[in-house]
């Protein structure tokens, strides 16, 4: 499953339920066959965010253009819930990056956060590159692995290289656009975003009763909570508003991953 770059909502450093969640997963890590990668705990709101990674200045901007307008729209979402992200039932799946998780709960103004993202930074400009290699082809060339990449990501001297003119560019159709971006993003919110926060990444599958049992005492020790395997999502009462939104370039292996940028979030 490719990743690209993520963008995540994570707790805010110091903060209280950092400091827990941070020794409790060093501590799980610990409880794993091999050495289980470090991470920062964190809810990813969405993978493959589009950014520019093939210049550097143009990826600064992105970064600095995305995570502004992330901040903005998650705060000005409704100021009508006490946790924006409450930790609920942990559990476990094949899945090398969910082999150990917290349920998240599925509040409204999450989905509705995680939906417009979505739509903006990853749908939108997906269908845009798609409209414009059929009615501008001419923005497009093949790159030496032979696949069809803007011209303007291929890296040649300036002499070389003059942008397409606008004037030569057919119009695209963005009422149409905007339409069909936002219907599939409302259509992977429902279908496809599971909120979820990370303790273990690992290949072990399954985990035996044994290391179950050794799990789930020391979540309940080290977070100081009676239950981790009820439905219902207070009944824990971990969680956070607010926090920090990190853009994190996820390639290759765990421990190499790259914070590209973030923004706290008050």
Not at 1 to 13: D, E, N, R, S, T
Not at 28 to 34: A, C, D, E, S
Not at 89 to 116: E, H, T, W
Not at 172 to 195: N, T
């Amino acid at each position: 499953m490719a990743i690209g770059v993520a963008l995540w909502l994570c707790p805010k450093q110091n903060s209280t339920i950092y400091d827990k969640l941070t020794t409790l997963m060093g501590s799980l890590n610990t409880i794993f066959p091999g050495q289980a990668p470090k991470f920062d705990p964190h809810v990813t709101i969405t993978t493959n965010v589009d950014i520019n990674l093939d210049d550097s200045n143009k990826t600064r901007d992105d970064v600095d253009r995305i995570l502004l307008a992330s901040a903005v729209a998650m705060n000005s979402l409704p100021k009508n819930h006490e946790s924006l992200i409450k930790l609920g039932k942990i559990n476990s799946q094949r899945k090398f990056f969910k082999k150990l998780y917290f349920q998240v709960g599925k509040d409204p103004n999450l989905l509705s956060f995680a939906r417009i993202i979505r739509e903006l930074f990853v749908i939108l400009p997906e269908i845009i590159d798609r409209e414009n290699k059929i009615h501008n082809p001419q923005l497009y060339t093949r790159d030496s692995h032979g696949e069809i990449v803007l011209k303007s990501k291929i890296k040649k001297p300036k002499s070389h290289h003059s942008p397409e003119p606008e004037s030569n560019l057919k119009p695209l159709d963005m009422d149409r656009i905007h339409q069909e971006s936002a219907v599939a993003a409302a259509e992977w919110v429902v279908d496809e975003f599971d909120p979820h926060l990370s303790l273990v990444y690992s290949d072990i599958h399954p985990i035996d009763s044994a290391l179950w049992r050794t799990i789930k005492t020391r979540v309940l020790d080290y977070l100081n909570i009676d239950n981790c395997d009820s439905e219902f999502i207070d009944d824990n009462g971990l969680g956070w508003n607010g926090g920090v939104l990190k853009l994190v370039l996820c390639e290759g292996d765990v421990n190499d991953w790259v914070t590209l940028g973030s923004v706290d979030i008050h």
